[in-house]
């Protein structure tokens, strides 16, 4: 029915199809119960769903103003709750601990759907992140047309788990067809995970089919940008970034992750003007605040500064955003990139600092010991060893670290940065056999790739 709405639904649509069940009971979108006799809030549940799968922002503005309206609606808080885990940061967690406070004070209240949410965000509260993102995993097998369950286990199995990634939306598609109003975020998180898992061809069918049913689909646009990037396809990817940029461009959610995914294709054209072009012009004053936006910037411009290109003002400014915010590991991934920045920018004391941090985290959460210890801090290592000009110790470090897309924290496109590190590193350090072999190795990736083609030149130089 709402299949090709590319609009937030009109104020009192769901209270003509989702009546009550027991009186004080509604049902959502999906035909599940929620413990609200409100139609106001179930319908501020449903916007708040719609701004966060379509990443327009917003959404936690729209049920915050929902629950101040009515502080007794235990999926609003839930809702909340399970935004706050996904931004994976630890100046949220104050925030998080106050939800979860007025939540429990409406146990009675709540019904056990809401009530396992409730669990899940906790466990997360608790540094128990694997329990967290497992609690959520099994709403789904008794809910699974929770979308909001499906998203949090989908963001989780990205950081955590491949495997499952793959797995989490086949175990729940059976449940979903064409008429349902989120099936088209689905089949974006369907094509995502199968992007990841190595599935291209089937990945991109997928979503395709996700933007036929919500054109306004950024994660599903994302899903295919993946593609081409990972099958070498540099000026397709271009091309489908221009002709989709009215879907996603004035989304706070993906803009700028996909201008970053634009510049990717450029830099792999060996158009670095381009990329810096697009950095300057689309990047560089998005809100800082944004874990994502930080991480892209630190992204692309280390891509830009093994290059040899002058970025000192423009690592001064990111990193002065990473060292505004706190940072204790919940989300390794993202600690790496601000030590980009702290290295790039020249700020011994914060990369210090931050290894000390990223040590502590690991102590206090069994979840975060192995990324930090296997993942973060030794590519962190690598990284501090990199600005010293001790490129030697950056191929001995990071030669063991060449395969670490495979659990990383980000996706394969993103974790190329470490052989990018491991590539350059090793040219300058005179390694020309292993930059050889790294370099072929990128070539039969990406066969139409000029950067790569530029290395293997200064390869045999050498």
């Known amino acids: 029915m709402y299949a090709n709405n590319q609009q937030l639904p009109p104020p009192g649509l769901y209270s003509n199809f989702f009546g009550s069940r027991d ?35 917003g959404a936690d503005t729209v049920i915050g103003a929902a629950l101040i ?9 839930a809702l909340r709750a399970a935004l706050l885990v996904m931004a994976a940061d630890e100046a949220a967690e104050t925030e998080l601990a106050q939800t979860l406070r007025a939540a429990d004070a409406l146990r009675g209240r709540a019904n056990e759907r809401e009530r396992r949410h409730l669990a899940a965000a906790r466990a997360w509260l608790e540094h128990d992140l694997l329990g967290s993102i497992h609690r959520y995993r099994e709403i789904l097998h008794d809910y699974p047309r929770d979308i909001l369950a499906l998203r949090v286990a989908h963001f989780g199995d990205f950081q955590r788990d491949q495997a499952a990634l793959c797995d989490r939306v086949t175990q729940v598609l059976p449940h979903w067809d064409e008429t349902m109003r989120h099936f088209g975020y689905v089949l ?9 898992c190595g599935r291209y061809a089937q990945a991109e069918e997928v979503g395709r089919r996700a933007l036929a049913l919500i054109p306004r689909n950024p994660g599903a646009i994302h899903a295919v940008a993946h593609v081409m990037e990972m099958q070498g396809r540099l000026r397709d990817g271009i091309a489908w970034l221009e002709s989709t940029a009215p879907q996603w461009i004035d989304s706070s959610g993906y803009a700028v992750h996909l201008w970053w995914h634009r510049a ?12 810096l072009d697009i950095y300057d012009r689309r990047m560089r004053g998005a809100p800082p605040q944004v874990t994502g936006h930080r991480v892209d910037a630190s992204a692309l411009l280390w891509r830009l500064h093994l290059r040899g290109v002058d970025l000192a003002e423009r690592w001064r400014e990111v990193a002065d955003h990473w060292e505004a915010r706190p940072i204790g590991g919940l989300r390794p991934f993202s600690d790496v990139h601000a030590m980009l920045a702290f290295v790039a920018a020249g700020r011994e004391a914060s990369a210090q600092r931050l290894i000390g941090d990223l040590r502590r985290s690991a102590e206090r959460s069994r979840a975060l010991n192995d990324p930090i210890h296997h993942s973060a801090l030794p590519v962190c290592e690598a990284l501090l060893a990199f600005g010293r000009g001790d490129h030697a110790e950056v191929v001995e470090r990071l030669t063991v670290l060449q395969y670490l897309v495979q659990g990383c924290g980000g996706s394969k496109a993103q974790c190329d940065l470490v052989q990018l590190t491991l590539v350059e590193a090793a040219l300058r350090a005179h390694r020309t056999r292993l930059a050889n072999s790294l370099i072929s190795e990128r ?17 045999v130089a050498r």
């Not at 974006?188 to 990841?196: I, N, T, V």
């Open 23 to 57: 009186g004080r009971s509604l049902l959502d979108s999906n035909g599940l119960a929620m413990s609200t006799d409100s139609v106001d809030s179930r319908r501020a549940y449903e916007d708040t769903l719609e701004l966060t799968l379509s990443g327009r922002g």
């Open 69 to 77: 309206a009515d502080p007794t609606f235990v999926m609003g808080h």
């Open 188 to 196: 974006g998180m369907h094509a995502f995970a199968l992007e990841e």
């Open 264 to 275: 990717l294709f450029h830099l792999d054209l060996d158009e670095t003007a381009a990329a």
């Open 443 to 459: 070539i039969a990736r990406k066969p139409a790739s000029v950067f790569n083609e530029r290395l293997r030149t200064r390869a």
